[in-house]
T-cell receptor, first 113, second 118 residues
Framework: AQSVTQLGSHVSVSEGALVLLRCNYS??????LFWYVQYPNQGLQLLLK??????LVKGINGFEAEFKKSETSFHLTKPSAHMSDAAEYFC???????????FGKGTTLSVSS | GAVVSQHPSWVICKSGTSVKIECRSL??????MFWYRQFPKQSLMLMAT?????????EQGVEKDKFLINHASLTLSTLTVTSAHPEDSSFYIC??????????????FGPGTRLTVL
C-alpha cells in the first residue's frame, strides 16, 4: 500500500534562509508524487509534481523537489524563504495516473523576519 | 489553468439538517471527482471517488448513506451531508480530474467548504 511520511510537522526558518521540507514515500510501483501548499481556510494549490520524467522538478514560486528512488524521498526545497511562503505544505502520492491522492500529514512552514 | 469551484464556501447548519455542497469544474470536463475531508490541523482524507454517471466508491469507514454523492454531469458533483451532527463539522474539499489532459490526468482542487454543525 502506498503511503507518505512528512518528517517534521513544523519547520521554522528566517526570511532568506533555505527551506527544506522532507517527504518519504512508500509505493509498490513507480509513483506519481506531488507537493501542494494550503493557506488558511483555502484549498490546495499545486506546487509541483513528479510523473517519471526528470528527477529534479521545478515548480512555482521558486520551489523545486528531487525524486530519489534509492532513498524513496521527494524533498521540497527553496533557496531563499519569503514571508509569503508561510503556509501548510502537503506531500502526496498516487500509484496510478489520475487516481485519488494519499496525503502526508502536512508540514507547517513558519518564516520569521 | 483549470478551475474548480465549490459552493458554498462556508455553511453553518443546525444538527439534524442536511447540507448540500457543490463542486464544479468550470473550464474542463471532469470524468472523475474526489471528495476529501480535512479536520483542523490535519491532513486530507479521501472520502469517496465519483465517476460521472455511476455510483460513487466510498473509502472504508465512510457512511455512504450519510454522505450522498451525485455526479450527474461532467462538470458537477454534489456531496450531501444528511442529518448532520457536530462531529461532521469539517473542511470538505473536492478535486476534479481532467480526462482530456493527456498521459497524466491531473487533478485540480476546489477551494473547500467549511461546514459547521451546531
Amino acid at each position: 500500500a502506498q503511503s507518505v511520511t512528512q518528517l517534521g510537522s513544523h519547520v521554522s526558518v528566517s526570511e532568506g534562509a533555505l527551506v527544506l521540507l522532507r517527504c518519504n514515500y512508500s509505493s509498490s510501483v513507480p509513483p506519481y508524487l506531488f507537493w501542494y501548499v494550503q493557506y488558511p481556510n483555502q484549498g490546495l494549490q499545486l506546487l509541483l509534481k513528479y510523473t517519471s520524467a526528470a528527477t529534479l522538478v521545478k515548480g512555482i514560486n521558486g520551489f523545486e523537489a528531487e525524486f530519489k528512488k534509492s532513498e524513496t524521498s521527494f524533498h521540497l526545497t527553496k533557496p531563499s524563504a519569503h514571508m509569503s511562503d508561510a503556509a501548510e505544505y502537503f506531500c502526496a502520492v498516487s500509484e496510478q495516473a489520475g487516481t485519488a491522492l494519499i496525503f502526508g500529514k502536512g508540514t507547517t512552514l513558519s518564516v520569521s523576519s | 489553468g483549470a478551475v474548480v469551484s465549490q459552493h458554498p464556501s462556508w455553511v453553518i447548519c443546525k444538527s439534524g439538517t442536511s447540507v448540500k455542497i457543490e463542486c464544479r469544474s468550470l473550464d474542463f470536463q471532469a470524468t472523475t471527482m474526489f471528495w476529501y475531508r480535512q479536520f483542523p490541523k490535519q491532513s486530507l482524507m479521501l472520502m469517496a471517488t465519483s465517476n460521472e454517471g455511476s455510483k460513487a466508491t466510498y473509502e472504508q469507514g465512510v457512511e455512504k448513506d450519510k454522505f450522498l454523492i451525485n455526479h450527474a454531469s461532467l462538470t458537477l458533483s454534489t456531496l450531501t451531508v444528511t442529518s448532520a451532527h457536530p462531529e461532521d463539522s469539517s473542511f470538505y474539499i473536492c478535486s476534479a480530474r481532467d480526462g482530456s489532459s493527456g498521459l497524466y490526468n491531473e487533478q485540480f482542487f476546489g477551494p473547500g467548504t467549511r461546514l459547521t454543525v451546531l
